[in-house]
């Protein structure tokens, strides 16, 4: 449905900040849902952040709720996830989604396209 390519990752000591991006093909990007989802090794893919089109509401999980702070621009096609206060719980592939038809969700099934992942390492 849409392309998507990610950015920004590396690696960052523990109370440092990144800010990933994530690039979507399209003329309609600005009515797609946008997420971020996360794989920790030996984990399972958890929700991160997610945006909606339009009124641009936002979900955040409990865990980086007042650190991530996710934003998007249509016009260039982008969508962002801010992340300040990192801990090395936080390390992961992030990866950006994007859903076609639906608000903001935090469940993975609900998105139709993903991006390949960017690695996230927070030192101690």
């Known amino acids: 449905q849409v392309q998507l390519v990610e950015s920004g990752g590396g690696l960052v000591q523990a109370g440092g900040s990144l800010r990933l991006s994530c690039a979507a093909s399209?003329?309609?990007?600005?009515?797609?849902?946008m997420g971020w989802f996360r794989r920790a090794p030996g984990k399972e893919r958890e929700f991160v952040s997610a945006?909606?089109?339009?009124?641009?509401?936002?979900i955040y999980a409990d865990s980086v709720k007042g650190r991530f702070t996710i934003t998007r621009d249509g016009a260039q096609n982008m969508v962002f996830l801010q992340m300040n206060g990192l801990k090395p719980e936080d390390t992961a592939v992030y990866y950006c989604?994007?859903?076609?038809?639906?608000?903001?969700?935090?469940?993975?099934?609900?998105?139709?396209?993903w991006g390949q992942g960017t690695q996230v390492t927070v030192s101690s």
């Open positions: 989604s994007a859903r076609t038809v639906g608000a903001a969700t935090p469940n993975s099934w609900d998105y139709d396209s």
């Open positions: 399209g003329r309609t990007f600005s009515t797609y849902t």
């Open positions: 945006v909606d089109w339009g009124d641009r509401r936002t």
